[in-house]
């Protein structure tokens, strides 16, 4: 469970590096984040979000396609 509190410390500093206009900084701190993302147990609710995006927008297509 370490990976909640990295993301939370990792965002504050993306935060912080933006506001002090530290490009780099904010690659490296953004990069963390979303390491903290992926190995934290919010991964499978955020990769079930990206795979039902990603079906609405292939049905919207499937829908406009079929209305032409």
């Not at 701190?29 to 934290?40: D, E, H, Q, R």
């Not at 147990?41 to 079929?66: E, Q, R």
């Amino acid at each position: 469970m370490i990976a909640l509190p990295l993301f939370l410390l990792a965002g504050g500093a993306t935060w912080l590096f933006w506001r002090s206009d530290m490009r780099a900084g904010v690659m490296i701190a953004a990069l963390v984040c979303g390491y903290a993302l992926a190995t934290s147990p919010l991964a499978t609710a955020i990769d079930g979000i990206g795979t039902g995006i990603g079906a609405a927008i292939s049905s919207a297509n499937d829908s406009t396609a079929a209305s032409k």
